[in-house]
């Protein structure tokens, strides 16, 4: 592990997180004509990992909004070693870097900035027409691929629909501090003390959730959201590794009563399915994390029952949100 200090790569701890490097935005161009990056087709790339839960947020809205064919993809090697993300395209699941050739992925950092200073994540969304990065910020991606591609999508879904982005955004303070970071500061917690604090306050988010899942099918009502795309990598997570591996075994997922059904609707839908890679997942955490699995042996189990039934159609609701007013690119 290591990050960039003035385009240099040096070897270091990867705990917390420096300022997002790269912040700009890609606009719809029929209201934002005059934008450095707007929307088009086959202008820009994404980098993720299948292990990491920031990427996979951004390519649960690429698939979902249907712009596989718009916004091209390469996905790095899920085991994290000293040089950072690579690109292993012997190793199942993972892909080269079509668009530079380059073997770790600071080299499109470097290319985009050479002075840059910060840590090399994913995802990272690039424009091939400017040959730069545009944003490296999961949040951020994840709301842009959804407002400005419009009719580029080939699925009728909005999952940030203005009514409710207001509710969306407090959904997501409230998950991301208690709960997608809650697992980490388990983890990484360097005593006592604090590893029973995060405990604490992530278990309090989930039983938040769960309680809150009983009476609606969504965490923003009966439409799929953001907010549902941000917290859903975190459970698919949970019981293959942060149970066991960050130490956070006060209940699994599949013990709550509405969290683990509310999962299942989710990963059913079959665009979820093909971004949910556990062995990627796995490898990544018990192989990347020496200090807290020095051995790097990878847990044979668990067998976790995704594709069983589910009883949230009751609720009524949808995980095909249609957009209400079209868009255009």
Same mark, same amino acid.
């Given at each position: 592990m290591g990050k960039l200090i003035e385009g240099e790569w040096i070897t270091a701890p990867e705990r917390g997180h420096d300022s997002q490097g790269f912040d700009d935005w890609i606009r719809d161009p029929s209201e934002h004509p005059e934008a450095k990056y707007v929307a088009e087709p086959d202008r820009y790339h994404l980098y993720i990992s299948r292990a990491c839960p920031w990427a996979h947020r951004a390519a649960l809205v690429r698939t979902l909004k249907g712009l596989d064919d718009v916004i091209s993809v390469d996905i790095v090697d899920p085991v994290r070693r000293d040089d950072g993300?690579?690109? /292993?395209?012997?190793?199942?699941?993972?892909?080269?870097?079509?668009?530079?050739?380059?073997?770790?992925?600071?080299?499109?950092? /470097?290319?985009?900035?050479?002075?840059?200073?910060?840590?090399? /994540?994913?995802?990272?969304?690039?424009? /091939?027409?400017?040959?730069?990065?545009?944003? *490296?910020?999961?949040?951020?991606?994840?709301?842009?691929?959804?407002?400005?591609?419009?009719?580029?999508?080939?699925?009728?879904?909005?999952?940030?629909?203005?009514?409710?982005?207001?509710?969306?955004?407090?959904?997501?303070?409230?998950?991301?501090?208690?709960?997608?970071?809650?697992?980490?500061?388990?983890?990484?917690?360097?005593?006592?003390?604090?590893?029973?604090?995060?405990?604490?306050?992530?278990?309090?988010?989930?039983?938040?959730?769960?309680?809150?899942?009983?009476?609606?099918?969504?965490?923003?009502?009966?439409?799929?959201?953001?907010?549902?795309?941000?917290?859903?990598?975190?459970?698919?997570?949970?019981?293959?590794?942060?149970?066991?591996?960050?130490?956070?075994?006060?209940?699994?997922?599949?013990?709550?009563? *509405?969290?683990?059904?509310?999962?299942?609707d989710i990963y059913q839908h079959p665009s979820v399915q093909e971004t949910c890679v556990a062995e990627h997942v796995k490898d990544h955490y018990y192989r990347s994390h020496e200090d807290i699995n020095p051995t790097g042996f990878v847990p044979v189990g668990p067998d976790i029952d995704w594709p069983a039934a589910h009883d949230r159609d009751r609720l009524g609701g949808t995980t095909h949100a249609s957009r209400s007013t079209p868009d255009h690119v």
């Open positions: 993300w690579e690109f /292993t395209p012997s190793k199942d699941g993972c892909t080269p870097d079509s668009v530079h050739g380059f073997e770790y992925l600071r080299d499109v950092y /470097t290319s985009a900035d050479p002075a840059y200073t910060g840590r090399v /994540t994913v995802p990272v969304l690039y424009d /091939t027409e400017t040959e730069t990065i545009v944003n *490296n910020e999961s949040a951020d991606i994840a709301r842009m691929l959804d407002q400005a591609f419009g009719s580029a999508s080939s699925h009728d879904i909005e999952l940030y629909p203005e009514a409710k982005q207001d509710q969306i955004d407090s959904i997501i303070g409230e998950i991301h501090d208690k709960i997608n970071l809650g697992v980490y500061e388990a983890g990484f917690a360097e005593n006592q003390v604090e590893y029973e604090r995060a405990v604490d306050t992530l278990f309090e988010g989930l039983e938040r959730w769960d309680d809150v899942l009983q009476d609606q099918r969504f965490l923003a009502g009966d439409q799929l959201t953001l907010a549902d795309i941000f917290l859903f990598p975190t459970l698919f997570r949970f019981d293959l590794v942060y149970y066991t591996h960050f130490k956070c075994n006060v209940q699994r997922l599949v013990d709550f009563e *509405n969290l683990w059904p509310y999962a299942r």
